[in-house]
């Protein structure tokens, strides 16, 4: 086998799924990300996460469509290089691996930053300096395990997702037996004013809690069957992760209180506070350590993404080609791995120990949003390109691009209108200016052709 060549016909459709499911963190995202969502949109925090589902299960269409015609375990980057050309694809190849780099940083900090908030819910104080040990253990896990290969990461990752989304949605149906669903929740009318504008910004916050399921996409290579394999994989891990977002959006939104809900985003970890009320300390406790489960499990997913999105990119000569190298025994990206474990892991403690871990939460979260985003809307145009290469191109597919790019539009106008400028915000737009700059004039002296 070639010595650069990973682990072809490997991954089963169960495992593609469960990368995409674990790159959401389902349990994470609901217990911390939401919180984020109804900062804006208060009771109509079902609306906001409903509107987003809508959105994100068109763009899984869309991915799938591309899957069918693109599998590489560039996933997003090759997607577009192929539909818009080399140099477009790794510029925002170059936006998406910050993405991810910074969606690792978030996913440290989700545990250094708010696991002693559970565990002060659950009367254990911890000191100030948790943090450190936390980041740095939840990082060398997620790094290990993708390390040592593709399946023994994405078979724990299986297991953990399905423990994560079955107690969420129980959790969920515990709460409507005492305090039933309210369809007010699903309308403008719950929002602070401007109400649409404030849904906008907490759908915003929806798509970073989706964010991940479009990772299913690098397992182009790896995948058994992968035209089949990952077309049906993003969808169902999609569909999968919305039903839960949604049950626990209305579920959290009604037991809180539908008009107390601009206290909600006040509490560190109210989800926490929700178990407590509601299951005792028992389910505070199992929600706490699924808190801390999800937050290993999205870590193996995002270190698979990033290192094979890295490893691609140098395969195709826009990065340096030290990074493509693969384990002889594991078939990993294991060089693009060490890159990622070490540079999220150097960002996130030297940052942190600068302006504070939850500071530094704050601002990636800004970081991470805008590369999705754009991200993700490059790649709908992109698959206009793919489809007429192939002479695939409908109408149709034309209105699909249309539909989701002007609701990822209204999401970004909305945050330009309602987001306060704060030095979170300018740190945040500011390493993402930085680093597109940096691989801007890096591009320039490789000489990216397209």
């Known amino acids: 086998m070639d010595k650069k060549e990973l682990a072809k016909g490997s991954v089963s459709y169960r495992e593609v799924v469960a990368q995409g499911v674990g790159g959401a963190a389902p349990a994470m995202a609901s217990l911390v990300t939401l919180t984020g969502a109804a900062a804006y949109a208060y009771g109509s925090l079902p609306l906001a996460v409903l509107l ?93 395990l993708s390390y040592l290969g593709v399946r023994p990461s994405l078979r724990f990752t299986l297991t953990m997702s399905i423990l994560e ?18 369809l007010s ?41 992968p035209k089949n394999t990952i077309t049906k994989g993003v969808f169902t891990s999609a569909l999968l992760v919305g039903i839960t977002y949604l049950l626990a959006s209305e579920a959290f939104t009604v037991g809180w209180g539908v008009n107390n809900m601009s206290t909600f985003f006040s509490q560190l970890v109210p989800g926490i506070v929700l178990g407590m009320r509601y299951g005792g300390f028992v389910l505070a406790l199992i929600l706490t350590v699924l808190l801390i489960n999800s937050g290993l499990t999205d870590s193996v997913t995002f270190f698979n993404t990033v290192s094979r999105v890295v490893y691609a990119m140098a395969r195709d000569g826009v990065l340096d080609r030290r990074l493509e190298g693969v384990h002889d025994t594991n078939r990993t990206p294991h060089v693009a791995i060490i890159f990622s474990l070490i540079f999220s892991l150097i960002y996130t403690l030297i940052f942190s120990a600068v302006i504070g871990p939850e500071n530094v939460f704050l601002a990636v979260g800004i970081t991470t949003t805008f590369g999705f985003l754009i991200a993700i809307f490059t790649a709908n145009i992109s698959l206009l390109f793919i489809l007429r290469k192939f002479n695939a191109l409908n109408i149709w597919n034309i209105l699909l691009t249309v539909v989701i790019n002007s609701i990822l539009g209204f999401v970004i106008f909305a945050n330009i209108v309602t987001t306060a400028i704060n030095s979170f915000v300018l740190i945040g737009v500011g390493t993402f200016v930085v680093w597109m700059i940096i691989g801007a004039v890096y591009g320039a002296v490789r000489r990216v052709k397209t």
């Open 52 to 144: 987003a589902t809508i959105a994100v299960l068109l763009d899984a269409t869309r991915l799938s469509i591309t899957s069918k015609y693109v599998q590489s375990a560039g996933g997003i980057y090759a997607f577009i290089s192929e539909g818009l050309g080399k140099k477009v694809g790794y510029l925002v190849g170059w936006a998406y691996v910050l993405y991810a780099l910074t969606a690792l940083v978030f996913i440290y900090l989700s545990i250094g930053v708010f696991l002693p908030g559970a565990l002060q819910v659950l009367g254990v104080n911890t000191p100030s300096w948790i943090w450190a040990p936390l980041v740095i253990f939840v990082c060398l896990f997620g790094g290990t």
């Open 165 to 182: 989304i079955a107690f969420i949605l129980g959790v969920s149906l515990l709460i409507f037996t005492r305090v039933p669903p309210n």
């Open 185 to 225: 929740t699903f309308t403008f009318n719950l929002a602070p004013p401007p109400s649409g504008f404030n849904v906008g910004v907490g759908m915003a916050f929806v798509f970073l809690a989706f964010a991940g399921y479009e990772t299913t996409s690098v397992l182009g290579e790896e995948a058994v069957d």
